[in-house]
């Protein structure tokens, strides 16, 4: 009964006025260092994903969607509780790391979206990379996630599942419990089977796939890490041609599309298409070199920079929503982030606005009636830098130097305009110092 119920309950507090006639399934597929570039859907002729491209084609193509952070730990924090990382300590401004962090994570206080969407009867998995905590109490099952099978540091070799310090890192729930195949298609098989054994009922899917972070391994390519030996000196897989890393990485983003075309297929095969909101984005920008070797690995588009930098290529990432019916497929240039993710599901579960606290807006507005959001400011710090952006300005702080840009004339952050508008650059200096005095706990 609770689950017809839930079913068809109308979804109240819809700041847009229109009627959504029933909570849907939440899918949330949430790709690791996916670059701006790397889809078909964004412009990228080097990798086929036309599952991707399909999903696009039925959805709504953000533009100018953000992640919260330009590296993973950060993003994954501000994305599942819907409140900008920083208000969790500093260890948030970047990668929580197997060696600094393996006592610490995710504060069980913190309130994520698998546990609000739990409360209001949805079946909730996490299959894939954490990266919010090494141990017990920091992991998915403690964060409202009824079921996890995946790996809880940032990498881990895809065919052996060791992780940078030649520990075992692939989990059921609380325990170390080995699995054989290739993470993304083993990531893949457990969503569709999760998808097959709630078709009945809400659930709320978090694919958070380790593709197409390193080690650079598409399914055929070899195993890289043993157990017992440390590679933080070596933690790229094995790349023969390191000023060509393409090939590896054009593998592994169409494993991912692969991968998005079973979850699609499964959707449809179920009869869920129409009951189920789909996202799929990228936890932060690609890498398009690492160091002195390392070349040719993701495309950013036009966007300037990359994975852990605040230029755009940092954190502009792919975001695509779908739900046949509900969403008008398009393109979109509203401004959105990783913390409107929460308060999104959270509306269309019909969540009460007093169960959580976010710094994000549902993303109502634009999904159902393409009408704008409310103005806003967003913000960025990782470590050293930082950036805050208001309509089309943005200041950023990288290498010691800040910097002025105006996007919709200079997308790509080609010129610094910081001289002719040194009044505007003060204010949004002075409102970014505001908002760290604000949420540093
Ligand atoms: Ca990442």
């Given amino acids: 009964m609770m689950t017809v119920f839930l079913r068809i309950v109308a979804v109240l507090g819809y700041v847009g006025g229109a009627c959504l006639s029933a909570t849907p399934n939440i899918v949330l597929i949430v790709a690791d260092d996916l670059g701006y570039g790397d889809l078909g859907c964004y412009g990228s002729t080097r990798n086929a994903t036309p599952h991707i491209d399909a999903l696009a084609a039925g959805g709504l193509r953000f533009t100018d969607f953000h992640s919260a952070g330009p590296m993973c730990s950060p993003t994954r924090a501000a994305m599942l509780t819907g409140q900008y990382q920083q208000r969790f300590g500093r260890m948030f401004d970047s990668a929580l790391s197997g060696k600094a962090h393996r006592e610490t994570g995710l504060p069980p206080h913190a309130v994520t979206m698998a546990e609000l969407l739990r409360a209001k009867g949805y079946a909730t998995a996490c299959f894939g990379k954490w990266h919010l905590g090494y141990q017990a109490p920091y992991l998915p099952t403690d964060h409202g996630f009824d079921e996890f099978r995946g790996l809880v540091s940032g990498d881990g070799d895809y065919h052996s599942h060791i992780d940078r310090s ?248 080609s010129r610094n305009v910081m001289g002719e508008h040194g009044e505007r650059a003060l204010a949004l200096q002075q409102a970014w110092k505001a908002w760290e005095t604000e949420v540093n706990p």
Avoid: C
């Fill in 166 to 413: 030649g520990n075992a890192d692939w989990w059921h729930n609380d325990r170390l419990q080995p699995e054989t195949g290739y993470t993304t298609e083993l990531l893949t098989a457990h969503s569709v089977r999760f998808i097959r054994e709630h078709r009945d009922r809400p659930f709320f899917l978090y694919l958070a796939h380790l593709a197409i972070h390193f080690p650079w391994q598409g399914p055929e390519d070899p195993v890289h890490r043993q157990l017992g030996n440390d590679y933080h000196a070596d933690k790229w897989g094995i790349i023969p041609d390191r000023s060509h890393v393409a090939p590896h990485v054009t593998a592994m983003v169409e494993a991912l599309d692969a991968s998005t075309g079973r979850m699609l297929a499964a959707l449809r095969a179920h009869g869920l298409e129409n009951e189920t909101l789909v996202v799929f984005t990228s936890d932060n920008g690609g890498y398009l070199t690492y160091g002195e070797d390392f070349k040719q690995i993701s495309h950013n588009g036009p966007l300037r920079g990359q994975k852990t930098e605040l230029y755009e290529g940092g954190h502009r990432v792919p975001t695509i929503m779908r739900w046949p019916g509900k969403i008008a497929p398009g393109l979109t240039d509203a401004m959105g982030h990783s913390i409107d993710l929460l308060p999104t599901f959270a509306m269309l579960a019909g969540i009460e606005e007093s169960a959580y606290t976010t710094d994000g807006f549902p993303l109502h507005p634009v999904l159902f009636e393409r009408t704008a959001l409310p103005e806003r400011t967003l913000y960025w710090r990782a470590d050293n830098s930082w950036a805050i952006r208001n309509g089309d300005w943005k200041l950023v702080h990288e290498y010691g130097r800040t910097e002025l840009y105006h996007l919709a004339h200079d997308l790509a952050e």
